[in-house]
């Protein structure tokens, strides 16, 4: 069955395509016929063919620059940029701001990570790594009473 209809539809397009043939033809014909016809009118009027095309120049120019438009729209077709839908950020959650602990200058050594080094923090510069996250661990009160030794 689907075959029978497969050549059915491939004789529907052949009917088709020698329809839109003969009318290619025909107009073809027209437009040989209307050409002779203007150039023979043009030359028992004694006016050139480039006169006719100066005095409907405008007319001309419209028809020929659809014409080019027609031409580059199968070589590249024109995207039509479209907008990004924005993205929803329901359902995340913000992260948490940390609370930065603010170590004082100072000695400090009982660190668990690193027991036995005395870190010395000076007024300005960074604080040392191991110090900063057990200060955040345990709090900074707890932190300077457990670790702080001047």
């Avoid at 580059?72 to 995207?79: C, N």
């Avoid at 870190?119 to 900063?132: D, I, M, N, S, T």
């Amino acid at each position: 069955m689907s075959r029978k209809k497969q050549i059915d539809a491939l004789r529907a397009q052949i009917a088709k395509l020698e329809k839109q043939q003969q009318k290619e033809e025909q107009e073809r014909v027209a437009l040989e016929k209307t050409r002779d016809s203007i150039l023979k009118i043009l030359k028992d009027a004694d006016v050139t063919f480039e006169a006719f095309v100066r005095f409907n120049y405008k007319t001309i120019r419209r028809i020929i620059t659809k014409l080019d438009r027609e031409q580059i729209k199968p070589e590249r077709p024109v995207k039509v940029a479209s907008k990004k839908k924005a993205v929803k950020k329901t359902g995340r959650k913000s992260a948490k701001p940390k609370t930065t602990v603010k170590i004082p200058a100072g000695k400090y050594t009982n660190i668990p990570s690193e027991p036995e080094t005395l870190f010395e923090v000076k007024e300005k510069g960074p604080r040392p790594k191991a110090l900063k996250n057990y200060a955040e661990e345990i709090g900074l009160e707890q932190f300077l009473e457990q670790c702080r030794v001047e």
